[in-house]
């Protein structure tokens, strides 16, 4: 059974990671032996969604005898933007290339048109030799003096510089020269070189050079979560204060208020408080089954994230930096989403199984509803975004379309892994639950909420909830955003889990405070609120994420704003679970502890 279970797991991974040549994997060469030089995207440097396979621009193909075939991609390469294809151009290791003719070519009408439109925005194209990124420009605006005026040229030498040790590739380097205006009746004659040299870099660390240490390990980054980290600790011990102290007050108060009639039953009079509504606190939250599938959605999404991080951070040790393999992140996610969805059902289950304890109370159970709400209702977010995105990549014929083959194997995997564990976590959850007692008796008949000061507002509480969470990592917002749409490589992941760590606190301080708050002012629908409250910071991500575009980017386009609204969208509705998870368990342990404490007759 163990035997069947791994081959099953190697048969999903091998669904993600697609089988390759050794050439460029095993990262070692011999004197002489050639060297594959790919070409992946191109499109308009301020648009990063926006790429197009490299020969669409009318280049013309070297003759070198070279296939110019496509090279196997995984499911992350492939949802990530990368196709890339043997560029054609001889090289041989450690030997030099003076200068080499690629091809001949004469501009018409049109193709000198496309080339215009692609230097007029800043087209730039990518490279790849043994892992190793490059990039260049197609060409730019240079003043002709020939017209005495500034005209558009295109770029017709590429120089390739090559640093080796031993029998290691290390650094690559691409320069673009000899401009030429873009004119119909031009001919040109592109042509490239390669200038080998020996280093002594290591190979470990090659990667080194194209992280930006002055950016991500800037004294401001620090200064941010050192700010996040002492904002953690007065917001914990305000929160601990007031509660502490408050609650007391409140113990003392109900205990010297409580009278008995003379039938020897409690009387309230006059008071009020969250006390009150101790026979309804722990009632269902209306829509259940929608309540639950986002509880178990969230605590999937929780362990997701903190999983990747942790595996991120352990990749120097275990696997290799994850920002050296394309789409290495995307195929984590994919893996590791699926392998989690017993995590949500068995959250979604056990919580749903709470308010049904008994078998009479079993019979009026839509535990089945609840756990389909749990497996479809993330993915059917995802895909109705991705769809419509896709939809606009396929019309714009961009290399962001995704493939056939790849959506197959990405509902295989849906259906054959993530749907079964979904299923066997509901099952799980709802017999390992055990029989659950609450504090309080729930009455028979729900208590009427009075309405309370605007203050205690769910409509003023769950907005205000979301500002400190959102406060706390903000400035990490930024760095992310930056790294995701400005071509950087985010290597930090040290820093993004302390503040994941930092947004957890803030989030379950706040969520605890909002629901005191409501149930002082006798509001017994808490779980709603606790959610609502706890994933309000989402919103405010979004509001940030549109400042972000508007002032810190040049996207401009149908194509790249949907790209980047629908990922912001998808970012801070995932967000959304993850702290309303977060926040709902918090105030589940906050409103037991303080009912488990109270006399009640």
């Known amino acids: 059974m163990i035997s069947r279970t791994f081959a099953f797991v190697l048969l999903v991974l091998q669904l993600a990671v697609p089988f390759v040549r050794a050439d460029d994997y095993d990262h070692t060469y011999k004197v002489d032996e050639a060297v594959s030089l790919w070409v992946n995207h191109i499109g308009p440097y301020h648009n990063p969604q926006e790429t197009y396979p490299y020969y669409q621009l009318p280049y013309c193909k070297p003759d070198h005898g070279i296939d110019t075939k496509k090279r196997a991609s995984g499911i992350g390469e492939v949802l990530e933007g990368n196709e890339l294809r043997n560029s054609g151009f001889k090289l041989h290791f450690a030997t030099n290339v003076d200068r080499e003719d690629i091809c001949d070519m004469k501009l018409d009408k049109e193709t000198a048109a496309e080339f215009e439109v692609a230097v007029d925005q800043q087209y730039w194209y990518e490279l790849v030799l043994d892992d190793l990124p490059m990039w260049g420009m197609v060409g730019e ?100 204060i007031i509660m502490f ?23 309230i009079g006059e008071d009020t408080g969250w006390k009150q509504v101790h026979g309804d606190v722990f009632r269902p939250p209306e829509n259940l089954e929608l309540f639950c599938a986002i509880v178990g959605t969230g605590w999937q999404l929780v362990i997701l994230v903190l999983f990747v991080i942790l595996y991120a951070m352990l990749g120097p040790y275990l696997h290799g930096n994850m920002y050296e393999d394309r789409g290495e992140m995307i195929s984590t996610f994919i893996i590791c989403f699926s392998l989690s969805s017993a995590i949500a059902g068995y959250s979604s289950g056990s919580y749903y199984r709470r308010f049904f304890p008994t078998a009479r109370s079993e019979l009026n159970s839509q535990w089945q509803k609840a756990m ?96 400190l969470p959102f406060g706390s990592i903000f400035i990490e917002m930024y760095f992310i955003f930056t790294a995701f749409w400005s071509y950087k490589f985010y290597y930090v992941y040290g820093f993004m889990l302390l503040v994941y760590t930092i947004l957890t606190l803030v989030t379950i301080c706040t969520t605890v405070v909002a629901v005191y708050f409501i149930l002082n002012a006798e509001n017994y629908n808490w779980q709603w609120i606790a959610l609502g409250s706890a994933g309000s910071t989402s919103f405010y991500v979004f509001l940030y994420s549109i400042f972000y575009f508007y002032y810190k980017t040049q996207m401009s386009g149908l194509l790249q704003v949907s790209y980047y609204f629908g990922y912001m969208a998808l970012f801070c509705i995932g967000l959304f679970f993850i702290c309303g998870a977060l926040g709902v368990w918090g105030a589940n342990i906050f409103v037991h502890k303080i009912y488990k404490n109270v006399k009640i007759d």
């Not at 090559?162 to 042509?191: C, D, H, K, M």
């Not at 102290?245 to 009387?267: P, S």
Request: proline content about 5%; charged content about 20%.
């Open 141 to 240: 605006v240079l003043r002709d003096d020939t017209h005495g005026r500034m005209e558009k040229h295109i770029f017709t030498h590429r120089s390739l510089s090559i640093a080796y040790s031993g029998n290691r590739i290390i650094e690559v380097n691409l320069t673009s020269e000899n401009p030429v205006p873009i004119e119909a009746g031009q001919q040109l004659s592109f042509t490239y070189s390669v200038h080998w040299k020996e280093t002594t870099k290591s190979f470990e660390k090659r990667f080194n050079r194209y992280l930006e240490y002055d950016f991500f390990e800037h004294k401001i980054h620090w200064f941010s979560i050192f700010n996040s980290f002492m904002m953690v600790i007065f917001l914990c011990g305000l929160v601990a």
């Open 245 to 267: 102290r408050t609650l007391k007050n409140d113990f003392a108060r109900y205990a010297k208020d409580e009278d008995l009639d003379v039938e020897g039953l409690q009387v």
């Open 372 to 467: 389909i709400y749990t497996i479809v209702l993330f993915p059917a977010l995802v895909v109705g975004v991705i769809f419509f995105l896709n939809s606009i990549a396929i019309y714009y014929d961009t290399i962001s379309a995704i493939p056939a083959t790849v959506i197959v194997k990405m509902v295989a995997i849906w259906a054959f892994v993530a749907l079964p564990l979904a299923v066997v976590g509901t099952i799980f959850g709802r017999h390992w639950m055990g029989k659950y007692e609450p504090p309080c008796r729930v009455n028979s008949i729900p208590r009427p909420i009075p309405v309370g000061a605007w203050y205690t507002s769910p409509s003023f509480v769950i907005p205000a909830a979301g500002i």
